[in-house]
């Protein structure tokens, strides 16, 4: 019988009540299974011995060997500290202690062998170390070391109050005397077996008290796949949940708007990945479920098309279709791309934005109303009350990041039963990261750009060189090209930055004067008529040049702009850059981008530059940006709670987060309500967790 994990800290020996507060309040340990899941931060090697002359002053733990010469006590501001002097064959340093000094006095015997360890100081020539781990040479030799030695997570008021590494070793021991190491199964034989995993009392053990390095890694991996593949378990059953409750509108047909569209007025042929994914969309919209499907794909890659193309499949079963953007020039620039399409399938399409007049809004809201409008493009005015749709069927949101969660909730309660929604990002997620947090979203990727696209020139040039990079530019534009100029804004230095743009704007504007050369300005400072008049006659090719702050970062379409300038490119992160990059190279010209910097760079920045100047692969460039920026400041602080995890690292452990998803899909394919026997550790362990909030807050 294994011991109960759920008695308070306070009754095992060696903690009582003062040090079982200071753990509750310092580490959140309230239990034994607390304490047992507190895992080492890293080891230390036990095996390898320091010289005293080879110390160096980084403040590390060494262990030496060596003898105490003799004691003596320094008066101090309050009380006293014992000094002794420890020498090896190479030196002399010193020992401290500023308690318990008469026990240390009467039992450590002088000029005899001990083996010392802890944190070296360097204080006025010479090394000292207080309170060190100290052992008989003798006993040390004989004691079953473990060759490792776990260091735990610890704090400031922890080590003050005498809760040393030491210590949470010590009682991490009772813990396993207690307890006799004899922990509960929470895996399935199968699963061990295949996976040659260790059993979960020996992993313990070995995580705390490793034998060896073999033991620990086996360890290690044994917990991290649990910790995966139970979040992984719950991410999918809460799909599965999801998908049973709430009944999807059934298109039950593909009909003549998809049809003859395909056949007859197909603009290209489509990429594979682009079929591959409409596929997946036509299943998920046939099935009896709701669709919440995530599509992702590089700029560039062809969503609007899949897009449009699914719309219709809502058409084609009587249904009306939405597509949401987040600014009015992508709704207007969707809207004239769609329209083109719709006119040839005498399709009933609108727009409504934040400008659109009285007037029309009236005549949408009827035309919505009675059924006769299909297809609706817009802002976020879309979703307010008085927008009623006579049967939503599909609503689309591209560029998702702009929209928040609670608008997708919003746009759910626009018909009785929720339309399908598919959300398109032009920010790739790196795999792991969505498997992860996106469990509730099925996902499809557009990984394979249209044919005959060029990849963008890339080159990073310093402030120096900016005449050459000018004259360039000139040239470009001498072909005919256009070109974009951008400049970072970044809250805290607005005015600063402000400052730069309009001084960069005037430089252009000398660079390139007038009457023979135009320049566009546009900025977040800008009223939002103004904006778009700019943009406009860039769009138009009234202007050469756009000096802009990152406004253009989405969205915005000008095949024939070709150079794309990025100022002080090391203030910008990995995704942002490589959305602007994607604002050139649409066109049948080779493109440019030009990443300026000056010459000081951090480590970060230069990773960075040197990612894009590398590839133009959108989830190679996100998975670079995972590792420089870890996924809570990728996610937002919403999901960052698959920070939490107690042993498993996202972007480190990918390959055991896709076995762990693999086999907790696996196990639910073959078992989905948990119900067989061999199964059943599973769904006790299942429960558990989900009781225990410490683990599962995240999963809401
Ligand atoms: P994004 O995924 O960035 O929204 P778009 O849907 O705007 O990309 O497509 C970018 C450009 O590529 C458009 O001009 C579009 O017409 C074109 N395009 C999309 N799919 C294909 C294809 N299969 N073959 C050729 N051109 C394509
Ligand atoms: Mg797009």
């Known amino acids: 019988m294994s011991a109960n994990l759920q008695t308070p800290i306070d009754y095992l020996k060696g903690v009582g009540p003062n040090r079982a507060d200071l753990l509750r309040s310092e580490l959140g340990i309230q239990t034994y299974q607390d304490l047992i899941n507190l895992f080492p931060n ?61 026990w240390i006095r009467d039992s450590i015997k002088l000029n005899t062998p001990y083996v010392i360890y802890g944190k070296t100081n360097w204080f006025k020539g010479i090394f000292s170390m207080p309170h060190p781990d100290i052992e ?118 593909v009909g003549d708007y998809f049809n003859s569209f395909y056949t007859s007025y197909l603009p290209f042929d489509l990429t594979n990945a682009q ?30 098309i899949v897009a449009f ?61 009675n059924g006769e409008l299909q297809i609706l493009i817009g802002t976020h005015a879309l979703l307010e009350d008085s927008v009623k749709f006579k049967n939503l069927g599909l609503a689309i949101i591209d560029e998702q990041h702009r929209f928040g969660v609670a608008q997708r909730a919003k746009l759910w309660k626009k018909n009785t039963s929720p339309p399908h ?31 005959g696209r060029q990849t963008v020139k890339t080159v990073h040039r310093y402030d120096s060189n900016r005449l050459k990079v000018l004259r360039f530019m000139k040239d470009e534009i001498e072909k005919g090209r256009q070109v974009y100029i951008v400049y970072p804004l970044i809250q805290e230095s607005e005015s600063l930055d402000y400052k730069d743009l309009m001084d960069g704007y005037e430089s252009i504007v000398r660079a390139f004067p007038q009457p023979k050369f135009q320049v566009s300005i546009v900025h977040g400072k800008m009223k939002p008529a103004d ?56 066109g049948a010209d080779q493109s440019y981008c030009i990443l300026m910097t000056s010459y000081k760079l951090s480590q970060d920045s230069k990773t960075r530059i040197e990612t894009m100047v590398k590839t133009s692969d959108g989830f190679e460039i996100a998975e670079v940006d995972l590792k420089l920026r870890g996924p809570g400041d990728i996610m937002g602080t919403q999901q960052s709670g698959i920070l939490n995890l107690k042993i498993a690292n996202i972007v480190k452990d990918k390959h055991i987060l896709k076995s762990a998803r693999f086999y907790a899909k696996k196990l639910l394919d073959n078992d989905p309500s948990l119900g067989f026997p061999e199964n059943r550790v599973v769904l006790k362990t299942y429960r558990e967790l989900s009781k225990y909030k410490n683990i599962w807050n995240y999963i809401s």
């Open 136 to 253: 008989l040479l003798s006993s040390h030799e004989k004691g079953l070391r473990s060759s490792m030695q776990a260091i735990y997570p610890s704090t400031e008021k922890l080590s003050n109050k005498g809760i040393t590494n030491r210590v949470m070793s010590k009682i991490m021991q009772n813990l396993f005397l207690e307890t006799k190491g004899n922990f509960a199964e929470t895996l399935t034989d199968n699963l061990i077996t295949e996976l040659k995993l260790l059993s979960k009392s020996k992993a313990l053990f070995n995580i705390h008290f490793p034998k060896n390095q073999e033991l620990l890694s086996r360890a290690e991996f044994r917990l991290k796949f649990e910790e995966l593949f139970y979040i992984q378990l719950q991410l999918i059953l809460k799909n599965l949940i999801q998908k049973s409750k709430i009944k999807g509108l059934p298109f039950k047909i």
């Open 421 to 451: 929604i598919l959300v398109m990002t032009a920010t790739p997620i790196p795999r792991t990261l969505a498997m992860s947090v996106y469990g509730d979203l099925d996902i499809s990727t557009i990984d394979e750009l249209p044919p």
């Open 42 to 102: 890293r080891y230390l090697d036990r095996t390898k011995y320091h010289k005293i002359n080879d110390l160096q002053r980084n403040n590390s733990e060494v262990q030496i060997i060596g003898k105490i010469t003799s004691f003596k006590e320094v008066a101090q501001k309050r009380g006293k500290r014992l000094v002794g002097t420890f020498q090896d064959e190479t030196g002399r340093m010193e020992l401290v202690w500023f308690r318990g000094q008469k």
């Open 531 to 586: 904006k778009d008049y700019e943009m406009q006659r860039f769009v138009k090719g009234e202007t050469q040049l756009m000096v802009a702050t990152t406004v253009i970062e989405v969205g915005v379409n000008v095949p024939n702009a070709s150079v794309m300038i990025i100022e002080s490119a090391e203030r910008f992160g990995l995704a942002q850059l490589h959305q602007l990059r994607g604002r050139v190279g649409r």
């Open 309 to 369: 193309m699914s719309m219709l499949m809502a058409l084609d079963n009587g249904f009306q279709a939405c597509l949401m953007a987040p600014t009015e020039i992508l709704s207007v620039q969707h809207y004239n791309g769609l329209l083109e399409w719709s006119k040839k399938l005498n399709i009933r399409i609108s727009i409504l934005t934040g400008s659109s007049t009285t007037l029309e809004r009236r005549k949408i809201h009827e035309s919505l109303e």
């Open 275 to 304: 079929k591959r994914v409409l596929k997946e969309i036509r299943q998920d919209l046939g099935s009896n479920a709701q669709m919440n499907r995530l599509l992702q794909g590089d700029v560039g890659s062809g969503k609007t």
